[in-house]
């Protein structure tokens, strides 16, 4: 029913790999934004409702075409983050104020 991907642990040659495919890729979004205005123009009258309704379709390709050519390294967090501490505004602001006075 569902296929259950595992992570695997990869080599660096293969993120170089991976990164230089992902460079190559050609983007298509502006073959599909000439195709747009290309009909657009070809319609006539009706050359903005083309216009209109085939704009999110070459949003969509820009946005495919960006999320192609990104790749996503997770590396493992062998420590734990350091404690966050919180600071109120008016702390910070007398904080920066006493700093202001000593300089």
């Given at each position: 029913?569902?296929?259950?991907?595992?992570?695997?642990?990869?080599?660096?040659?293969?993120?170089?790999?991976?990164?230089?495919?992902?460079?190559?890729?050609?983007?298509?979004?502006?073959f599909a934004l000439a195709a747009l205005l290309l009909a657009g123009l070809v319609t006539g009258r009706f050359g903005l409702v083309v216009l209109a309704v085939g704009l999110p379709g070459v949003l969509w390709v820009a946005l495919r075409d960006r999320a192609a050519r990104a790749v996503v390294v997770r590396t493992p967090s062998t420590s734990a983050p350091p404690p966050v501490r919180p600071c109120s505004i008016p702390d910070g602001l007398r904080r920066a104020i006493r700093t202001q006075e000593s300089a």
């Open positions: 029913m569902h296929d259950v991907v595992s992570l695997v642990p990869a080599q660096p040659s293969d993120v170089v790999q991976q990164s230089q495919r992902a460079a190559g890729r050609r983007p298509y979004w502006p």
